[in-house]
């Protein structure tokens, strides 16, 4: 009897060290913050989901892409978080430009194609977004004006302090938008339009998503921003809601997800990175109303997406805007001596 309360004992000893030892490595200690670009509720529900599948405390900060890369930059002896997630990834070029960005080539990545991914490693894309108008259909009614069908229709004398968009400085929406009517017209061209529409516009916003709501609480007739999100507006009840994209052609964005230099639990990021090329973890901006087209093949894209597909894209060059971006914004601003808002 001695003898097995003996053993009893060392076979408790054995199994609470052995829980000890396992606990130490077990992914349940492990922490990521996240740096996020897309919509708020689509950020909430990738974090937990991915808590829910991997153990790993996960929380988030929603920022626009101007504001992402301010704070990495000042962060950079001392990263806060470790993934920056979503959001178009011209301005994750320009992160790799100030080597604020670490390459992971996740095993999942094979499944993604070439022209949605560095092939290095440094981001790869999890969505694409195209860039449009988005109107206020009573307004158009009520005056009796025909919506505008490209960029130049824009710059129309009844249109005058007609228009809302977000700031390049502060938007990756924005940013966008510049680039893409640099790359269209010509940077020289490019930048004069930029200059006669700021002319037309009433507000600049810092988030690239205001406008769209801006139109669908009939704050403003014309708003500029990723389609997916006017849909996204409209569903949610703003029936007044009509959008378009211009006939010259528009740029996209692809939101990207990448891993911060220096950023702690780097273990925990590269899971992070692994999940969210994954088919599960693409598909669930649909739950939320992210209505953007899905990187991976496998993955089934939002049928709300599909009324998109026929936009006349422009051929965007991301390499070019994300190293051109501290520049183009300079030139912007001071073309129409404007500045990122803060609110």
Do not use: H, M, P, Q
């Given at each position: 009897m001695k003898m097995f309360k003996i053993v009893s004992v060392l076979l408790v000893i054995l199994l609470i060290t052995g829980c000890s030892n396992s606990g130490s490595g077990d992914k349940k200690d492990l922490t990521l913050t996240i740096y996020a670009g897309l919509m708020e509720d689509h950020a909430i529900l990738a974090a937990r989901e991915f808590e829910k599948a991997t153990g790993v405390k996960t929380n988030f900060v929603r920022m626009s892409s101007g504001e992402t890369l301010a704070r990495i930059l000042a962060e950079k002896e001392n990263m806060s978080a470790s993934i920056w997630y979503g959001g178009p990834v011209d301005a994750y070029i320009a992160a790799m430009s100030d080597d604020m960005l670490v390459p992971y080539v996740s095993p999942n990545a094979t499944a993604i194609p070439?022209?949605?991914?560095?092939?290095?490693?440094?981001?790869?894309?999890?969505?694409v977004g195209y860039l449009g108008f988005v109107f206020d259909k009573e307004w158009f009614t009520e005056k009796g004006y025909d919506y505008p069908k490209s960029w130049q229709d824009l710059l129309k004398p009844e249109f005058k302090g007609q228009i809302v968009t977000a700031h390049p400085g502060s938007s990756g929406t924005a940013y966008t938008m510049l680039a893409t009517l640099t790359q269209l017209m010509g940077e020289e061209e490019g930048i004069a339009y930029m200059q006669r529409l700021n002319q037309q516009v009433r507000q600049y916003t810092k988030s690239g998503t205001a406008p769209g709501r801006m139109v669908g609480l009939k704050e403003i007739p014309i708003g500029i921003t990723f389609l997916h999100d006017a849909v996204k507006y409209?569903?949610?009840?703003?029936?007044?809601?009509?959008?378009?994209a211009p006939s010259e052609g528009t740029g996209f964005e692809i939101g990207g997800?990448?891993?911060l230099k220096g950023g702690p639990d780097q273990e925990a990021a590269k899971m992070f990175v692994d999940w969210a090329l994954t088919k599960e973890a693409q598909e669930l901006g649909s739950v939320v109303g992210s209505y953007q087209f899905l990187t991976n093949p496998n993955a089934v894209p939002p049928a709300?997406?599909?009324?998109l597909k026929d936009t006349n894209l422009i051929d965007y060059d991301f390499v070019w805007a994300g190293t051109n971006r501290g520049s183009l914004v300079e030139k912007f601003n001071e073309a129409t001596k404007t500045s990122p808002p803060t609110e």
């Open positions: 070439d022209n949605f991914k560095d092939a290095t490693g440094y981001w790869t894309g999890i969505y409209r569903i949610e009840g703003f029936r007044d809601i009509e959008i378009g997800v990448a891993i709300e997406a599909l009324e």
